[in-house]
């Protein structure tokens, strides 16, 4: 875990909640000596209280320990909208409809800001019958490769995991395609617009 939670975000949190430091030390069993301490820096609260204390602040613990408070304030879940996640770990990915903390192997990943596709991450695409044939002219090496390819539109995405010296390609329904997007292991994310 690359983060922990601090004694002024648990301060700010509580202060927000308009708790005092005993209040909030009831609520999950600890003394307000203890709650003192975590928010002057002489103490951290033990992984043990870290639920309950997201609880009693109204936060998710993953927020907690990233000090970051994330509302979703988009409740009509626009996915052409959403955002994706990529750990430089594993390689998971992980498409949010929404403003969200996403942590993966212990770090909180940030979201992906799509660039336009151009030069060697240009997305070619041609319709087959009833398909979106997707290509990429791109190095497909163990080193230098595409992730994905992912199609998205109000309804959904359609999503093609790619692999090294696999080739960068895939088909995709005719459904209210909006946007494009292709994963570079070096570059990051593209995107191009129907």
Known sequence: MDRYVTGAVIRR??????????????????????????????????????????????????????????????????????????????????????????????????PLEAEEADGEHMIRVEIIEDEYYVTVAHPMTKEHYLSFLAAVSDAGVQFVKLYPEGAAEARFRINGIKYFYVFCNRHGLFRRHR
């Open 13 to 110: 949190l509580r202060e927000r909640k308009k708790m005092t430091q005993d209040e909030l030390a009831e609520k999950i069993c600890v003394s307000g000596k203890a709650v003192s301490k975590w928010e002057t820096g002489q103490g951290f609260p033990d992984i043990s209280l870290l639920e309950p204390l997201a609880q009693a602040l109204d936060i998710s613990v993953i927020e907690l320990l990233s000090g970051e408070d994330i509302r979703n304030t988009n409740r009509s879940c626009n996915i052409a909208r959403g955002q994706f996640y990529v750990c430089p770990v594993c390689g998971n990915v992980i498409r949010s409809t929404g403003e969200a903390v996403i942590s993966c192997c212990g770090i909180t990943l940030p």
